[in-house]
């Protein structure tokens, strides 16, 4: 890298059964856009980086090979879910605009060579976390799939998952069907996410804790207490496990677990209340935010 990592001493490494997981280095990113930075998604390869500020307010783009820092938006609720495109090219996010009291939701995007930035899809009432697809995105509003993509494009729709009313809608080949994993009624699910072989679904149902589904709603694992859990691969996830004393969170650690829920390790330094981590296999990098709004990469070594 070209810039000047700020690495903080590690006093700990792991092993995960047969799979030899090392942190083989942790860091602060050094950065000077925000002095708060929250809500990391890292790209596929692991060498982008978006964040916003508090509150989902702006966002801004980290590039880990130049130490380049871009300011993508200043719009409330752009970093929301924002998602890369399969290329890299653009980023997808959205932009919040407020009619006679009501709050409408456009997906929008932005070139990173160009730094040309265009409405994709119209303010929608109810619109959900977009999915990069074949040149473009597809993303859910008001009970319909969405397309929009730059230029005509034969791909096919793929899977797509998508939390409705705090309901599960799984999308195959555009057809929208609801799953109900948990039994019970009154059941809330959030952080809903399509594994990366596009075969199973990982979910938060609140109060009870976070499980993996397959695509017909069979839960085929359960992983316990684990907030905003992201994939690693296909073999792994990653979440955080806070606590709260009612207004304030008073810890909180980044950990890693086997996706059958049964082998469990910490990737964040104990010393911080680590929250809200992005994950690429890839690159073997894990980001998490600090509650103080420092961004920390941990650096793996999977063998």
């Keep these: 890298m070209k810039h000047k990592l700020i690495v903080l ?9 047969a799979q030899n997981i090392r942190i083989t280095s942790q860091y602060e990113i050094p950065l000077k856009n925000v002095k708060s930075a929250h809500y990391p ?35 409330q ?26 709050r409408y939701d456009a ?10 930035q265009v409405q994709m899809i119209k303010p929608q009432r109810d619109l959900r976390a977009a999915r990069s697809y074949h040149n473009g995105a597809i993303v859910q509003a008001d009970n319909k799939l969405y397309k929009t993509t730059f230029g005509r494009t034969k791909a096919a729709i793929p899977v797509y998952v998508s939390a409705e009313n705090l309901k599960i809608y799984v999308y195959v080949d555009g057809r929208r069907t609801e799953i109900q994993p948990l039994k019970g009624e009154n059941i809330n699910y959030i952080w809903i996410s399509l594994s990366p072989d596009n075969s199973r ?16 709603g069979n839960v085929v694992a359960s992983l316990g207490y684990l907030n905003a859990p992201v994939w690693f691969n296909d073999r792994f ?26 082998l469990k390790k910490q990737i964040s330094n104990p010393n911080h209340i680590a929250m809200y981590p992005a994950a690429s296999s890839k690159a073997n990098r894990i ?12 650096e793996l070594s999977v063998n």
Excluded at 9 to 17: A, E, G
Excluded at 242 to 255: H, I, L, R
Excluded at 287 to 298: A, M
């Design 9 to 17: 001493l590690l006093s700990f490494c792991f092993v995960l059964s």
């Design 201 to 216: 679904i990982l979910f938060t149902a609140a109060g009870q804790g976070t499980y993996i589904c397959d695509l017909k």
């Design 287 to 298: 980001v998490y935010s600090t509650l103080d709004g420092k961004l920390v990469v941990s």
């Design 107 to 116: 997906l929008e995007s932005y070139n990173l060579k160009t730094e040309k």
């Design 237 to 262: 996830v990653v979440g955080m496990q806070d606590k709260d004393n009612g207004q304030n969170v008073t810890s909180s650690d980044v950990v890693m677990l086997t996706a059958d829920g049964k």
């Design 41 to 75: 998604t890292l790209n596929k390869d692991g060498d982008l980086l978006l964040y916003s500020a508090e509150s989902y307010k702006g966002l801004y783009l980290y590039n880990f090979r130049s130490g380049e820092e871009k300011m993508i938006s200043h719009d």
């Design 77 to 102: 609720n752009s970093g929301y879910y924002p998602i890369f495109s399969s290329d890299n090219s653009n980023v997808f996010f959205r932009k919040t605009t407020f009619e006679q009291g009501r």
